[in-house]
């Protein structure tokens, strides 16, 4: 488990101290994929740095298992830092060495001696990470996605607890985003490694996120469960990334619902719930008919969820929506 408790972060810039982490509170339970998104600036590569201390906080602490890494000695430190691998968006990578001796370098560096050791544990991560048959190349003979997998199989070499993905994606196209946020889901899931994933996507916190942290300029303004933070966002930051993330312009869709009658509201099925013939059933009994103005029905990590906007006309209305709020539907009554 992580805890920050009341981390601060200031920089000296030009003699002035440049806040980049306000007072952050916050926790990452062992096991979990933990996302942590923000816009450029608001401070996220600070908090996660943090974690194995590339970063030490101005004020605070920082537990990882209850203990405070800011009190470590250098030798515990350096120890700390080998549990919690760490990848990036431009995957820093040695050039003048192939694959293998990507990987095989932190086991170096870390005192390993036996050739056959470093061996066996590089052909156990290149399988893991799938690229086994890439072994023997130098990192520009690689495809992005592939460098990425080399990074992860070096974060790796020294059984890590943590894993810290930097805007690990962010230089990848969106296939390759989506096979390397598979590994590290997979990874996540077999290895029971805690996942900490710095972005600025919210696809990716969607696909495999458990929980969420939306930062912006230097503080948490909401923090919760994927499902709950996306599907019913409440800070103006968050409410941002949502609309972005959909193509959803709110003033065009104010002007273009100004002339469509009837009371509108905003929709949100969640689990199984998203598939049950719900609205046809409620409107025949209700008497109250509608037209569907938008619609979106998808996933968040395993959790299929669907958001539709109506526009309801005639019947029972106040029944028709106290029947669907009776069979767990989030209703926002849009106007
Ligand atoms: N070493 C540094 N010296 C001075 N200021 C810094 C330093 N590192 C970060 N900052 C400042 O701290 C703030 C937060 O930076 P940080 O890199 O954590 O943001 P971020 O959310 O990760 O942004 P990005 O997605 O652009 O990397 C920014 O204003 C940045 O300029």
Redesign the pocket.
Known sequence: MIEFENVEKS?M?EGRA?H?LHPVSLRIEAGEVFGII?H???????LARLINLLERPTAGRVLVDGVDVTALSPAELRDHRRKTGMIFQHFNLLSAKTVVDNVAFPLKLGGWKSRRDIRARVDELLDLVGLADQRNKYPAQLSGGQKQRVGIARALAYHPKILICD?ATSALDPQTTQSVLQLLSRINRELGLTIAL?T?EMDAVRRVCDRVAV?DAGRVVETGLVTDVFLHPSHPTTRRFVFENESIDEDQRREDFAHVQGRIVNLTFQGEDTYTPLLGRIARETGVDYSILSGRIDRIKATPYGQLTLALVGGDMDQALSRLQAEKVHVEVVR
Not at 40 to 46: E, H, I, V, Y
């Open positions: 920089f810039v440049a980049a923000g450029s600036g608001a401070g996220k590569s600070t805007e710095i600025h930062l």
